[in-house]
């Protein structure tokens, strides 16, 4: 292996400081990792997954199944990165994988020696263990197994770097910068459509580049891309790869914008995510060369045909000097003159019998000897290739006559190209089988959006390829209704041909049909031709069986390399044609794509939105310790130094009963119902009535699910005639209001309702406890009397010049309002309550201070309205009307939600100094504590105001049992304790308190 | 990513829209009192594979519910209409 | 048959692993069963197992419109829990827990049961003490709880995002130990040849079409290759539950959707355990291969295709590195979905329908897998007692009208929210 | 009455931050005078009408073009319902055919100005935003990183972004993230008022 003095497309002027293993590389900028590799005399880039057998670069591209590197280090460490795609950046620092302690001596290497014990499905039948009922053993062996597996290393530091999305939506997708994909996005582009042209290598040109620079198709490509370029209406996009076609028109491209570079530079993303909708897209994705198989196929020195031809040509680099091309097709030709013309001793086996004479005579013209009909039957070698067995064969690759042993170190090879259909399958499901060429094709239907184009289709010539690509580029433009002129298609320059030959071999067989020693049909994954048929005979010959038994087709390469032969050889073995076997399905991504590029920017603080109350910066500069509340952040408590939840929460509870609190409930749902039926609208959606509510009033409310469970609670005031004020709770403000809008458009369309969300304009401060009226009296212009608002009225007012709607109710159980302020004028409001307030010894309490002096007043919350509890569960049942049905009425009364034995709302008093754990479970006082129990604990507080800690919980037939005591049982925290059975009012039953 | 063509906003991305699931089954009148009725609303469902009618909200755009044709075996959709103008017993 | 033991693999390994047997028949169908089980995934499967070997029962066929285990059970993300707090399930899958801890000897074929523990992480409050109440419910009923603060967690866990950035800070986890993942190709490959050995006769890449009537009663099928008289039919064909219960007139309590699954690249060991997220619907395990396997939510809309949309794929990955970080830079490697039976209250059918000989297994939305053998054990109980064992009381088609909606998430008759 | 406090003052330090270069985009907000929603049932064009009129506008307008009125600026969001930004209190057009609603503090404005303000836009909505599909005079209500939002393009260049205010600040670093590579510079909130 050597770099040449001249050729290939790499900047000589640039050399660059890469290194693998801590050796150094030559590369010059335009390298591949691999390329590099390869031109150091690198032999052995990394050890396989199950056998750990050293493996060599084997191609050039995506299909890439052994050159798999850890790359870069530290936080920007990456496992699994393809050399062959990689372009080297200077500082590129690389190590090998899969091999312990070092490539060269991989003690995993031992499984190779034990092959013949680990084959297909080894470990379905083995490591069972002599324990009945019982893992362990297994799990012994997997600890062992699972170290083995893998490939890379990861690691656990977080990714400095950010990714970006993009939403774009185009005319026309060309999916594929070689010959087809550009005459396409000509086309496209001159009639005027929005174009958008991928390329996933570094520049235009697919194939060609791997063409001598300065050959004719070379000059065709610099001409069509300069083309291109000008056009203002067409986007070239390299480095992009289209990794997946979803739904409808939509498509998903990854850009690597800085994994060229050592780092991103200048706050530029790694890589950029495109969602690209696209009326019409043309695939022209080209088509991956196919290995052969035979006995030590997997040696390093041995690599797809193809792939020696592009290091020559693009990297110059030799990849050997005494090469066999071995071949059943006429592309690999070109390989062969190519490298024989760079100085090679080139040596072609062709596998058919016969061979064009013009082929012949233009392989003597450049040196190089012509063997038909024989195949490579064994590569021998330790390290890399160094010798071959040869011998000649018969039409279905088995070995006819006498076997020579024939020195190389290299050894090229092609069965033929696999279209790279992926894309038309991830939309449209199974390819077609195409008898003429014996592939996988696509069938698009004519109005599918979807075209193709190109080597992806198997057309069979160049000129046809840039034709189809053209036409097809025309089509979609027009179909997308661009209708200017795509004018002439560029004339054709000379390429190879790709005739079509459904009878070539895929391997090369002894005489009895056998492979000469281990035959690799999944590289990376050590599935050998032996495991296939091993597979046959237990019975896995379905292809979805045998790719899961043996595992080919599952590695990182995702079958690119491997899926037709091992169709090949199960076609073989259940004595049926490739089709009638079927293909599995091809999944996205096309080619592995870092999780971080699918995120974006979502993740982190941004994982998803947050929702803030008009007031929050106020919170936080006040030091509250904030909670999530769904989307929104609440303040939780306000510690003073020192203070834990606990103890703040106490002491808020307690301030509020004793004093006054105000704390932020903005984050209420809040639901304008207008329109002359609003109070129909409410009588249907509540249990409870509303034809009779007042202007000026509120009311408590009640609405259950369309089976008749609870769904949420609140109040709603009647502003006007027409106008009603809906309050939901936090957690279901869209639930409920999705549910209205829906019978509103869908049943109940003869309603004249109309539902918007008013959570955003109000601000709302609850203010509570016996100095609340007092307090609000002094900072606003209202009369705030007893008489003049009892409870459940709403008076609107001034304060601190913000117009205010002051609503009288109470969650807490004290004299308490409710302070609906316009959003941009709430924390004026709330500093002019607290400047106020100084007075009255005003505190703000959080949501924990608000749970306990709700749980002290017996108030249902989200614990106890959590899907499953009915309104005699909770003890609202005297809120459903019985004369008007609403939404859940008939259902309620299923004979399991009428049952009078189910757990109710109870009060529970603990006995002793340590408080009950939400979540515990209730037993009676005598028995075992087995089962579902006798119910559950559902909320918790200490009662400041009783002086002891209190629960509500959910009790079996609860109301019968007031004054029982049971046990409540905490299990995952070794906890018991006894409780007497109360009412859950536990606090002022009487209301005395808020209605004073 | 399914796209769907809003009669109000036009065509856009499944991600704008919740799904609002069958549009077939009717919702008994309100003084309906009888179980099975409701049973058979709320619970059962013809689950076809293939065409499909079914509500999408529009809740980040028009906030309109809209009765769409979808295929549910290919995601292809169809006719897309506002439930309020779809009369119920002949769809 | 050979018996699969490490000296099994030893004498075939010397032999060149040449005279393997069949795992199992191909065998051409009888012309009447005794029951016929339409569906040869893992549920199927593992009911005509359990027919045979509970119940002596051993004319059976299973007959598979495509390949055995090719639907659910090879697409899902091979978890296996017990932590069920609703009467009805929480007995059901603790059952199916203690035969998967014998499986692998049961059927002598390695399902590779790693009981490797399940974290159920939790965001709030609320969620702590819902996670509480939930362990209590295992803990009663003699299944392993524990209940973690954030503070364990994170020495357990110390890769998940302790920082002040993370949108959804931990507060701990509810863990069962006994949890872990299963090979789920495995699953029904073991259960078909255990099935075999009995004699049940599996007949694949045969399409169930229609039902043979005698009186109003189902006495067969008719398929694509012919028809086939049989005592009794049992569907166990979830994810298209609707569709062949609608042949015989049945309209189910069910919704089909597209569950989504990912796998990354193969990478040594990072995570050792089942990870779910609390603040989405996110899991996260490594197989033994290497690969982390991902789980996400639905698609939300009803679908019959194997195949994801771009909004969960996104959604599933963000879930993914909010969870865990470091996990941006590893590769996705493949995403696909299975359709799922997503039922009215997100638990299943183990029954006899209103169609006397019809016995309908389904509504498994995607807790099938670890249901596998627990349900292929009660449906074989249910189907030769012409009862339900007490483990699948509850699992029947009248639960709605009668109000016993077995709701785990209690969020209602949504099947997309279960 | 007083001035109300937009959310984001708090959060909006004036500055240059991200990529270094010409300043993509600048992102800004400005104050909204009033927002008022009226809506109404199948005789809602008829009924609308008076007030629409008393606005200076022509009719009810079209589902994606903004109208512009001379002080008072309208969308139609939905068949039966229309947003207004401009008026005075709308409270005693209401009847038993229109309901109106005060709205003035439930959105929040978000303005991006710039060369990138289009292509920051395409990083966080899925709408297609170039101003062949979103041309000046034109509106859109799409979904922004999941927040309902209404967007118009003021300019070929200069976008706002009707955010529902408990949103504002999550929608505000997000923008932020996103033109981190483009580079942005956020608008003080006074230089904002003296411009509009």
Not at chain 1, 430 to 439: E, I
Not at chain 1, 817 to 828: D, K, Q, S
Request: aromatic share 8%; net charge negative.
């Amino acid at each position: 292996m050597k770099r040449l003095e001249t050729g290939g497309r790499i900047d000589r002027e640039a050399p660059l400081s890469v290194s693998f293993d801590g050796t150094a590389l030559s590369a010059f900028q335009g390298d591949t990792l691999s390329a590099a590799m390869l031109a150091s005399g690198v032999t052995v880039v990394g050890r396989s997954f199950k056998y750990h057998r050293p493996r060599g670069v084997y191609a050039a591209g995506v299909e890439e199944p052994n050159a798999l590197v850890h790359l870069r280090d530290g936080a920007r460490h990456e496992p699994n990165v393809r050399a062959t795609t990689t372009e080297v950046f200077d500082g590129l620092t690389c190590t090998s994988q899969n091999a312990w302690p070092n490539l060269r001596y991989d003690i995993g290497a031992v499984n190779n020696l034990f092959s013949r014990f680990l084959s297909a499905g080894f470990y379905y039948k083995t490591f069972i263990g002599p324990f009945r009922n019982s893992t362990r053993f297994w799990m012994m062996c997997e600890t062992f197994i699972r170290k083995a597996a893998g490939m890379g290393r990861g690691t656990y530091l977080e990714d400095p770097d950010s990714y970006e999305k993009r939403h774009v939506h185009c005319d026309v997708l060309v999916i594929g910068g070689g010959a087809a994909g550009l005459t396409a996005a000509l086309a496209a582009g001159r009639a005027g459509a929005r174009v958008i042209l991928v390329e996933q290598d570094s520049e235009l040109g697919g194939a060609i580049l791997s063409d001598p620079v300065g050959s004719d198709a070379d000059n065709w490509r610099i001409s069509v891309t300069k083309e291109l370029g000008g056009m203002d209406n067409v986007q070239i996009l390299t480095r992009t790869t289209a990794v997946g076609a979803y739904d409808s028109d939509t498509f998903v491209l990854i850009e690597r914008v800085s994994d060229h570079l050592k780092a991103p530079e200048n706050h530029q993303p790694r890589q950029r995510f495109w969602q690209v909708h696209a009326k019409r897209a043309v695939l022209a994705s080209g088509a991956i060369e196919r290995p052969l198989i035979f006995g030590g196929n997997d040696k390093p020195g041995v690599m797809l045909a193809h792939a020696a031809r592009s290091y020559l040509n693009r990297y110059a680099v030799l990849v050997g000097d005494t090469i066999i091309v071995a071949t059943n097709n006429d592309t690999a030709y070109q390989a062969a003159f190519d490298l024989g013309t760079a100085g090679a001793n080139v040596t072609l086996l062709d596998a058919r019998q016969s061979v064009d004479a013009a082929l012949l005579a233009e392989a003597k013209g450049a040196g190089v000897t012509v063997k038909t009909g024989h195949g490579v039957l064994a590569a021998h070698g330790r390290g890399r290739v160094s010798a071959v067995e040869i011998a000649p064969i018969d039409a279905g690759g088995r070995a006819t006559g006498p076997i020579s042993r024939v020195p190389c170190d290299t050894l090229a090879i092609s069965a033929g190209w696999t279209p790279s259909v992926h894309l038309w399958t991830q939309r449209h499901g199974k390819p077609g089988f195409d008898d003429a060429s014996a592939l996988f094709l696509a069938a698009p239907k004519e109005t599918d959006a979807l075209q193709t184009a190109g080597s992806v289709n198997a057309v069979e010539t160049l000129e046809e390829v840039i034709t189809q690509g053209f036409a097809q580029g025309a089509e979609a433009a027009k179909q997308a209704g661009a209708d200017g002129a795509a004018g002439i298609c560029p004339a054709a320059f000379a390429a190879r041909d790709w005739p079509h030959d459904p009878d070539v071999i895929w391997g090369v067989f002894t005489r009895d049909g056998k492979t000469k020693g281990k035959a690799f049909v999944d590289l990376q994954h050590d599935v050998k031709v032996s495991d296939i048929d091993q597979a046959h005979q237990e019975g896995y010959v379905s292809v979805e069986h045998l790719k899961r038994y043996t595992t080919t087709g599952m590695a990182t390469d995702q079958g690119k390399l491997s899926n037709m032969n091992a169709l090949s050889r199960m076609a073989e073995q259940r004595g049926l044609r490739v089709p009638e076997v079927g293909t599995t399905t091809f999944r996205p991504p096309f080619i592995p794509t870092a999780i971080g590029a699918l995120v974006g920017h979502e993740h982190g603080q941004h994982f998803r939105p947050t929702r803030l109350s008009p007031m929050h910066q106020w919170h936080v500069e006040h030091g509250a310790k904030l909670t999530q509340a769904g989307a929104w952040m609440r303040p939780w408590y306000y510690p003073q130094s020192g203070e834990t939840l606990t103890a703040a929460y106490i002491r808020e509870a307690a301030h509020a009963r004793e004093h006054v609190g105000i704390i932020d409930v903005s984050t209420l749902g809040k639901i304008a119902v207008q329109g002359p039926d609003a109070a129909e609208f409410l009588n249907r959606i509540y249990v409870n009535g509303w034809k009779t509510l007042q202007v000026g009033r509120l009311r408590y409310g009640v609405m259950l699910r369309e089976d008749g469970f609870v769904m949420d609670d609140g109040a709603t005031a009647r502003l006007g005639e027409n106008d009603y004020f809906m309050t939901t709770t936090t957690a279901n403000a869209a639930k409920v209001l999705g549910f209205a809008e829906h019978l509103l458009q869908t049943a109940w369309k003869d309603l004249r309702v109309h539902v918007t969300t008013v959570t955003d304009q109000w601000g709302t401060i609850a203010v509570a406890g016996p100095k609340a009226r007092t307090l609000l009296s002094k900072v606003s212009d209202a009369d705030l009397n007893r008489e003049a608002v009892p409870n459940n009225h709403f008076v609107t007012a001034t304060i601190a010049d913000s117009p205010v709607r002051i609503h009288r109710m109470s969650y807490s159980g004290e004299l308490a309002y409710e302070v609906y302020i316009p959003a941009g004028f709430a924390t004026r409001v709330w500093e002019r309550l607290i400047d106020a307030g100084t007075e009255f010894d005003l505190s703000p309490y959080g949501t924990e201070a608000m749970g306990a002096l709700r749980i002290e007043k017996g108030h249902v919350a989200g614990p106890e309205i959590e899907g499953r509890t009915t309104l005699k569960d909770l003890g609202l049942e005297g809120f459903a009307a019985s004369k008007k049905p609403f939404v859940g009425s008939v259902l309620r009364q299923r004979p399991v939600l009428d049952d009078p034995t189910r757990p109710t709302l109870v009060g529970l008093e603990i006995e002793g100094q340590v408080g009950a754990k939400a979540g515990s479970l209730l037993f009676p006082l005598q028995g075992e504590t087995q089962g579902h129990g006798d119910g559950w604990v559902s909320s918790t507080t200490y009662s400041p105001a009783l002086g002891k800690y209190i629960a509500l919980g959910l009790l079996n037939n609860g109301k019968q049992r007031l004054g029982e005591t049971i046990r409540v049982v905490n299990f995952v925290g070794n906890e018991t304790l006894q409780a007497k059975v109360t009412s859950h009012h536990f606090f002022d039953p009487e209301g005395e308190r808020q209605n004073g | 990513m399914i796209r769907i063509d809003c009669p109000i906003c036009g065509l856009r991305t499944e991600t704008e829209f919740t799904y609002g699931a069958d549009a077939t089954v009717t919702r008994p009148a309100m003084d309906e009192t009888a179980t099975q009725p409701w049973v058979d609303y709320v619970f059962n469902r013809d689950n076809p594979r293939g065409w499909h009618l079914e509500y999408w909200h529009h809740v980040q755009g028009c906030r309109q519910w809209l009765v769409l044709e979808r295929n549910t075996l290919t995601h292809e959709v169809g006719s897309c209409r506002l439930a309020r103008e779809v009369d119920h017993e002949a769809s | 048959m050979t018996k699969y033991s490490a000296l099994s693999v030893f004498l075939e390994g010397l032999r060149g692993n040449k005279s393997w047997s069949r795992a199992w028949r191909d065998p051409e169908p009888k012309a009447e069963y005794d029951v016929v089980i339409v569906g040869g995934g893992g549920h199927g499967l593992a009911t005509a197992y359990y027919l045979a070997k509970e119940h002596g029962i051993t004319n059976v066929a299973v007959v598979e419109k495509g390949w055995l285990g090719g639907g659910n059970t090879g697409r899902n993300t091979t978890i296996v829990r017990s932590n069920y707090m609703m009467p009805g399930n929480t007995l059901f899958y603790e059952r199916s827990m203690k035969l998967w801890e014998n499986l692998s000897q049961d059927l002598n074929f390695n399902v590779m049961i790693s009981q490797r523990g399940q974290y159920n992480l939790c965001h709030s409050p609320g969620q702590m003490d819902a996670a509480r109440r939930r362990g209590n419910v295992m803990r009663a009923n003699g299944i392993d709880a524990e209940l973690f603060d954030r503070a364990e967690v994170q020495q357990r866990l110390p890769y998940l995002d302790y920082s002040e950035h993370a949108r959804f800070p931990i507060h701990g986890a509810i863990y069962q130990s006994r949890a872990g993942t299963a090979r789920h190709d495995a699953v029904a490959w073991g259960f078909a040849r255990g099935a075999d050995q009995y004699g049940v006769d599996i007949l694949q890449q045969r399409e169930v079409t229609g039902y043979l009537y005698e009186g109003g009663k189902v006495v067969g099928v008719q398929t694509n290759k012919g028809d086939i008289k049989a005592g009794k039919v049992a569907l166990c064909v979830a994810g298209h539950s609707g569709h062949l219960a609608q042949m015989a007139g049945l309209r189910l309590p069910i919704e089909t959707h597209a569950l989504q699954a990912f796998v990354t690249e193969p990478y040594k060991p990072l995570i050792d355990t089942v990870i779910s997220f609390g603040a989405a619907h996110f899991y996260v395990s490594q197989s033994d291969k290497g690969g982390l396997v991902l789980g996400g939510d639905l698609d939300m809309y009803n679908s019959y295709a194997q195949r994801g949309g771009l909004p969960m794929v996104e959604h599933t990955l963000a879930s993914a590195k909010a969870l865990i970080p470091s996990l941006s830079r590893l590769k996705l490697l493949r995403h696909w979905a299975g359709v799922m039976d997503m039922s009215m209250d997100g638990s299943p059918f183990i029954t006899k329908t209103p169609v006397d000989g019809l016995y309908l297994n389904g509504g498994w939305c995607y807790g099938g897998f670890k249901a596998t053998p627990a349900s292929g054990w009660c449906f074989a109980h249910t189907i030769a007692k012409d009862a339900p064992h007490e483990d699948n009381a509850e699992f029947t088609l009248d639960r709605f009208n009668r109000g016993y909606q077995i709701d785990e998430k209690g969020v209602g008759p949504q099947p997309n929210a279960h | 009455m007083v001035d109300p406090v937009i959310p984001l003052h708090a959060n909006l330090v004036p500055g240059r931050y991200g990529a270094d270069g010409d300043t993509a985009v600048q992102i800004g907000t400005r104050r909204i005078s009033s927002l008022w929603q009226i809506a109404g049932w199948s005789d809602f064009e008829h009924a609308a009408q008076p007030l629409l009129v008393a606005c200076g506008l022509a009719g009810p307008g079209q589902y994606d073009e903004t109208q512009q009125g001379p002080d008072v600026t309208a969308w139609r969001i939905a068949p039966d319902k229309i947003l207004l930004e401009g008026p005075p209190d709308l409270t005693d057009f209401a009847s038993d055919s229109l309901v109106v609603l005060d709205l003035s503090h439930a959105r929040t404005v978000i303005t991006l100005n710039g060369a990138e303000a289009r292509t920051l836009l395409s990083q966080v909505v899925s709408v297609d935003v170039s101003a062949a599909t979103l041309p000046v005079g034109s509106f859109i209500q799409t979904g922004l990183h999941g927040v309902g939002v209404l967007l118009q393009a003021r300019s070929q260049n200069g976008i706002e972004i009707f955010v529902p205010t408990t949103w504002a600040q999550t929608i505000l670093d997000i923008l932020c993230q996103n033109a981190m590579p483009l580079g942005y510079e956020i608008m003080s909130p006074q230089t904002i008022h003296a411009a509009t």
